[in-house]
């Protein structure tokens, strides 16, 4: 089987391509990825470097119709996309939406016009944030709290999960209009290795490595709803092979937790003070709460998750960025200072 990722440079679709790599021999990957800030060659030197590499790696722009045309008419029968390829960062977003409309709009379109004129298998990645957000409440106050099912209307908040309702609508366009073989997964919160140091974990994995205090945007109560990367990218497999054509599937694991609790769950777990962080500035338009119904995806392809303590799966991940400062270190200065422009 052939597989083009797009954006498998980047935090989940790099995890992917390791992952494939490893565990299923018989699948030859091409990633296509612009190398933006987010992605690393290096994430992904151990499988396209030796003499015999697994996995191709091609520098590119998704928006750039012609070289997505070739790609995909490369991939022959039986052949298939998974695109992951987004600018993903709010914060980024809030500063700078032209990126987003450009990569996660026209990018998507590219891609799409690709997929219908050679007839090829598309699996769309996208996010929670399309359905807006949920009230806040305490899950023991209210256990039939409400979450996000592929029902709920969409309602982005920020120019990211704008952009990105705005390509599940292309796609579920292209799919009724000109019947492309195209699913959707609109997944929470993911951590895990090779995130990015902007985001919120590794962001504040780093900065007790480096003895900084954690900082928590507002008030520290906003929820997300927090999925090992692994336990993502297994499910994006499940839906690729048996996900009904048109279809979209919800991926979450059950793992809500506000920001306070999990920062003071990566301070216990380094030893420190869990009351040694700082409340800055908040994000504007901050989303208060994500939770995934994730019973299709359950029911219908028996996907369940292997991930299922949120304090184990951070301990690892403290650990793995402990390990691996060679490959965080170099930008982890220049995002602090973009994050110190801002006052958080
Ligand atoms: P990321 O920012 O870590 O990686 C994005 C990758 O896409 C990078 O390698 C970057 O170089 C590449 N890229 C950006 N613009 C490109 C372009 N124009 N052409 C080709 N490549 C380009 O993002 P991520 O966190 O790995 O997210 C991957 C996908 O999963 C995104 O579509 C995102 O919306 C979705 N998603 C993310 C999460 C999460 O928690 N991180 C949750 C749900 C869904
Ligand atoms: O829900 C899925 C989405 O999760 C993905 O679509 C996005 O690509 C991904 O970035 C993520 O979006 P969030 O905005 O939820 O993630 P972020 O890591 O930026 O922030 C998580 C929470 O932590 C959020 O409530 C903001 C807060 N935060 C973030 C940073 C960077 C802080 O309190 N302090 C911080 O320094």
Request: proline share 5%.
């Given at each position: 089987?052939?597989l083009l990722v797009t954006g498998?440079?980047?935090?989940?679709?790099?995890?992917?391509?390791?992952?494939?790599?490893q565990q299923r021999p018989d699948?030859?990957?091409?990633?296509?990825?612009?190398?933006?800030?987010?992605?690393?060659?290096?994430?992904?030197?151990?499988?396209?470097?030796?003499?015999?590499?697994?996995?191709?790696?091609?520098?590119?722009?998704?928006?750039?119709?012609?070289?997505?045309?070739?790609?995909?008419?490369?991939?022959?029968?039986?052949?298939?996309?998974?695109?992951?390829?987004?600018?993903?960062?709010?914060?980024?977003?809030?500063?700078?939406?032209?990126?987003?409309?450009?990569?996660?709009?026209?990018?998507?379109?590219?891609?799409?016009?690709?997929?219908?004129?050679?007839?090829?298998?598309?699996?769309?990645?996208?996010?929670?944030?399309?359905?807006?957000?949920?009230?806040?409440?305490?899950?023991?106050?209210?256990?039939?709290?409400?979450?996000?099912?592929?029902?709920?209307?969409?309602?982005?908040?920020?120019?990211?999960?704008a952009t990105k309702a705005g390509?599940?609508?292309?796609?579920?366009?292209?799919?009724?209009?000109?019947?492309?073989?195209?699913?959707?997964?609109?997944?929470?919160?993911?951590?895990?290795?090779?995130?990015?140091?902007?985001?919120?974990?590794?962001?504040?994995?780093?900065?007790?490595?480096?003895?900084?205090?954690?900082?928590?945007?507002?008030?520290?109560?906003?929820?997300?709803?927090?999925?090992?990367?692994?336990?993502?990218?297994?499910?994006?497999?499940?839906?690729?092979?048996?996900?009904?054509?048109?279809?979209?599937?919800?991926?979450?694991?059950?793992?809500?937790?506000?920001?306070?609790?999990?920062?003071?769950?990566?301070?216990?777990?380094?030893?420190?003070?869990?009351?040694?962080?700082?409340?800055?500035?908040?994000?504007?338009?901050?989303?208060?709460?994500?939770?995934?119904?994730?019973?299709?995806?359950?029911?219908?392809?028996?996907?369940?998750?292997?991930?299922?303590?949120?304090?184990?799966?951070?301990?690892?991940?403290?650990?793995?960025?402990?390990?691996?400062?060679?490959?965080?270190?170099?930008?982890?200065?220049?995002?602090?200072?973009?994050?110190?422009?801002?006052?958080?």
């Open positions: 089987m052939k498998g440079a980047g935090f989940i679709g790099a995890n992917f391509v390791l992952a494939t790599a699948v030859e990957i091409t990633v296509l990825d612009k190398l933006t800030y987010a992605g690393d060659r290096a994430t992904l030197s151990s499988v396209t470097g030796g003499p015999d590499p697994r996995v191709r790696l091609v520098e590119g722009d998704v928006a750039d119709s012609a070289l997505v045309d070739r790609l995909v008419g490369e991939l022959g029968d039986g052949g298939a996309v998974v695109h992951f390829a987004a600018e993903s960062h709010n914060d980024n977003s809030l500063h700078d939406p032209w990126p987003f409309v450009q990569t996660n709009l026209l990018g998507t379109y590219a891609l799409l016009e690709a997929v219908r004129k050679h007839g090829a298998r598309l699996h769309h990645v996208s996010t929670d944030e399309v359905y807006g957000d949920l009230p806040l409440a305490d899950p023991s106050d209210d256990p039939d709290r409400s979450r996000f099912t592929a029902e709920t209307p969409y309602n982005p908040s920020s120019p990211y999960s390509s599940d609508l292309l796609v579920r366009a292209w799919v009724r209009s000109f019947g492309v073989q195209a699913t959707i997964s609109n997944c929470s919160n993911n951590y895990g290795p090779w995130q990015h140091v902007e985001k919120f974990i590794p962001r504040q994995v780093t900065n007790i490595i480096d003895g900084v205090r954690p900082k928590v945007y507002g008030a520290g109560t906003n929820v997300r709803d927090w999925i090992h990367v692994e336990d993502h990218n297994r499910a994006v497999w499940a839906v690729l092979q048996r996900g009904r054509i048109g279809e979209t599937y919800l991926i979450g694991a059950d793992g809500e937790a506000n920001n306070l609790r999990v920062v003071r769950t990566l301070l216990e777990l380094a030893g420190r003070d869990a009351d040694a962080y700082d409340l800055v500035a908040d994000r504007p338009g901050h989303d208060l709460r994500y939770a995934i119904d994730a019973s299709l995806l359950r029911d219908e392809l028996g996907w369940r998750p292997l991930h299922r303590d949120l304090r184990s799966g951070l301990k690892a991940t403290l650990e793995w960025y402990r390990d691996n400062e060679a490959w965080w270190r170099p930008r982890k200065a220049a995002t602090e200072a973009k994050y110190a422009q801002l006052g958080r």
